[in-house]
């Protein structure tokens, strides 16, 4: 067995991240990444100094799911949800139920959060939940913190920055808890081939699967499909597509933002 091959068994074992899952390129930048910082000159000696030292595990395991975000990315996409998305589900349901997967450190489900709570200032009768879902279970400590730097709220405005954070004085601004309790967080493997629930009305998963294999996002888009409702709305990260063997699950709604439902 070589180095690399070697290095993944551990990897398995220890922090629970099946490498078979990603593209085979991208776990070798980011352990790459990890043994220029740990003076390890191949993957044999950083398994060494893995094995030796029991800190690293979760540097690592950071390292393999680390996820770059802020408010509102891709705002025309939020817009998108305020606009259309959200009305659609009001006007026709009382009970609204969305699943943000992979949402690294919280950005975009507190995103969703304060759209859904305006929303409800116009419909008093609907109440929505918002399951967060991530597997590193450091960014969902810092998630539910809801602790944030100034450089992750560039697309939030000045009102919205007001009514709902709170400022620090150390620069940092803190969600507000009308904010924070729409959304509930939890460790959640998106390769365990379960959802987090059923009949769900809208799940985003927005610059995730581009780390996947063909095949793992292929059983993912299945699993998104079995999970939404009847007319459920799947929005995806604007770089990422649907492979030929899973496009008939879906139909288009706005193409431009990567914006699909389920189809009938």
């Not at 390890?40 to 030292?53: C, G, I, M, P, S």
């Amino acid at each position: 067995m070589d180095g690399f091959a070697s290095l993944q068994k551990s990897i398995e074992r220890l922090i629970r991240i099946k490498c078979s899952n990603y593209k085979e390129d991208y776990i070798k930048r980011r352990i790459l990444s990890r043994m220029r910082l740990t003076n390890t000159t191949d993957f044999e000696a950083y398994h060494r100094y893995l094995l030796a030292n029991p800190q690293e595990l979760d540097l690592l395991k950071n390292a393999l799911t680390i996820n770059v975000t802020k408010f509102f990315r891709d705002p025309e996409v939020f817009e998108v949800i305020r606009r259309e998305i959200l009305p659609d589900l009001a006007h026709r349901k009382n009970s609204i139920r969305i699943w943000c997967a992979g949402c690294a450190s919280g950005e975009e489900p507190y995103s969703i959060a304060i759209l859904t709570y305006e929303l409800m200032a116009l419909h008093k009768d609907v109440s929505v939940t918002i399951h967060a879902t991530d597997i590193d279970t450091g960014v969902l400590q810092k998630a539910m913190a809801g602790i944030y730097e100034k450089k992750t709220l560039e697309n939030v405005d000045e009102r919205k920055l007001r009514r709902h954070f709170i400022s620090h004085e150390d620069g940092t601004f803190e969600v507000r808890p009308h904010i924070k309790s729409l959304v509930k967080f939890r460790e959640h493997d998106l390769m365990s081939g379960a959802p987090i629930s059923r009949y769900l009305d809208a799940i985003t998963c927005r610059n995730v699967t581009i780390y996947f294999t063909e095949k793992q996002k292929n059983n993912l888009t299945h699993l998104f499909h079995s999970a939404l409702a009847a007319d459920g709305y799947y929005i995806m990260g604007k770089t990422e597509y649907l492979a030929r063997e899973v496009e008939h699950l879906f139909v288009p709604y706005n193409a431009m933002q990567k914006i699909l439902r389920k189809a009938p």
